[in-house]
Every structure is written in structure tokens, then in C-alpha cells.
């Protein structure tokens, strides 16, 4: 099987469109795991949440994904984070909000946990260390954990025999049974990436060929941006897409 992983679209339905378009010419995907954050900064988090939901699908909830629902309070989101927020709250449906507020906080799927921040603190906790992550490897059964939350495709490794974890960045083409230990993944962010590189980051996984592999494609980030501009959404959200940042 293949199944397309895709993490913080974050209503930009430019990338994500760009990322569904690319998924096809790769060969396509039986079913699209999303882990956590459709809505929040973006212009367009309506279209998203539609978009998203007329593929096959399963996905997990984010912070922005709930916040947005109204099911957790912004208090703890940064200014800029918390008026985007507000903003996307008031472009929803009562569907959309429903959708998001449905949204389980934890997915299984085949040898592989789902969650939007971490498997202890799925909504809130950033895996960017080696402490945080290597911590985190009891609080989930399945080989490899699929997360989000920080836009930064990442790797970390555990060995459970050494006591060792070790990460890397996440390359184009990973062999999962090769790997030593159990894994935790990060594909990076689809409509905001903060690693520097403002392209979109997604996943697939071939689980036959037991592959994951990691693309960087291009997207028309000046017509997002342009949306971003007539809607009023806050400068610094229009300016960290092209830096990536
Ligand atoms: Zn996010």
C-alpha cells in the first residue's frame, strides 16, 4: 500500500493543492494521512478542510485544528498565532468546526502512530532534541510514529538494545526496515515550512517496498501570499513563507 503523509497544510490551499498534484504524477495514494493542523495562518482554511475530505483520508488534530473548533483556548499561542486563529474561526462552517473538533488526538495505522505534536503531548509538544524524542519512544507500541507541529522534516532513531537515539534530517528515500531501531518521522510542513527551505514537505510511504520517501516541491507562494495581503492576515505570516522560516 501507499499512503501519502501530509502535516500543517495550515489553509493554504496553493501548496496543498501543488502536494495532492504531485502525489498523482508519483503514482498516487490509497489513502492521505494528516497529522494535525489543515487550518491556522493561512487564507484559505475552509477550502482545505473541503478539500481534504473528498479523499480518502484519516488525520489527527493539531493546535491550530482545535483552537480554530474552539476546543482549546489561544491563551497559549504566540500574538500573531492567536489573531490568525480568530480569523480562521470566523471562515468555518459548523461542519467544518464539527470535522475539527471530531478529530482524534491519536491514529494507528498499520505499524505506524499518528499524532500531531508528540506521542505524550499530541497537541502541544515540539520534537525538535534528541531528549525530548529519545523520552517519547515508550509512549507509543507501533515501529514508527508518524508527527508535525514543528514544519522541520526530521529522523530520530531509538535503539532500544544501545539506549541510543540519534537524528538526522529526514532524506528523500529511507529504507524502514533497514532502520536499527524504532522511528519517529517528521515529513515537514506543507503549507509552512520553517526549515529554511519555503518549499512544500510531504511524505510517502510504500509499505510494500517498506520506502519512505521525502519531497520538496515548488508552489506559487506569491499567489498565497497576494491572498494573504487582500484578506489582512498579519505581515509576518506573509513574509515567513518565502523565507521558510
Ligand atoms: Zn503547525
Known amino acids: 500500500m501507499r499512503y501519502a503523509v501530509l502535516a500543517d497544510i495550515h489553509s493554504n490551499l496553493t501548496a496543498f493543492v501543488a502536494v495532492l ?3 498523482e504524477k ?3 495514494a490509497s489513502e492521505i494521512w494528516c497529522l494535525g493542523d489543515v487550518v491556522g495562518y493561512g487564507p484559505d482554511p475552509h477550502e ?3 478539500l481534504l475530505r473528498q479523499h480518502f483520508h484519516c488525520g489527527v488534530a493539531g493546535n491550530h485544528d482545535w483552537a480554530a473548533a474552539g476546543k ?3 491563551t497559549d499561542f504566540n500574538p500573531t498565532a492567536a489573531a490568525a486563529a480568530q480569523w480562521t474561526a470566523s471562515q468555518l462552517t459548523q461542519e467544518d468546526i464539527e470535522y475539527l473538533s471530531g478529530l482524534p488526538l491519536v491514529l494507528r495505522r498499520d505499524d ?3 499524532v500531531h505534536g508528540s506521542p505524550r503531548d499530541p497537541i502541544w509538544e515540539y520534537l525538535t532534541g534528541i531528549q525530548d524524542a529519545k523520552a517519547n519512544f515508550p509512549f507509543f507500541e507501533s515501529r514508527y510514529c508518524l508527527v508535525g507541529h514543528s514544519h522541520i522534516p ?3 532513531e531509538y535503539v532500544d538494545r544501545l539506549g541510543i537515539c540519534s537524528y ?3 532524506s528523500p528515500e529511507l529504507s524502514l526496515r533497514s532502520a536499527r531501531g524504532r522511528l519517529i518521522i517528521n515529513p515537514g510542513g506543507v503549507g509552512q515550512p ?3 527551505d519555503p518549499r512544500a514537505g510531504y511524505a510517502l510511504i510504500d509499505t510494500d517496498k517498506g520506502i519512505i520517501y521525502h519531497y520538496r516541491i515548488d508552489y506559487d507562494i506569491a499567489a498565497t501570499q497576494k491572498r494573504m495581503t487582500s484578506l489582512g492576515l498579519p505581515t509576518p505570516l506573509i513574509t515567513r513563507l518565502t523565507q521558510g522560516r
Open 194 to 196: 520553517r526549515d529554511g
Open 154 to 156: 526530521l529522523l530520530f
Open 72 to 74: 482549546i483556548d489561544t
Open 21 to 23: 498534484e504531485d502525489i
Open 48 to 50: 482545505c478542510i473541503e
Open 112 to 114: 505506524f502512530t499518528l
Open 26 to 28: 508519483k503514482g498516487g
Open 168 to 170: 538526522s534530517q529526514l
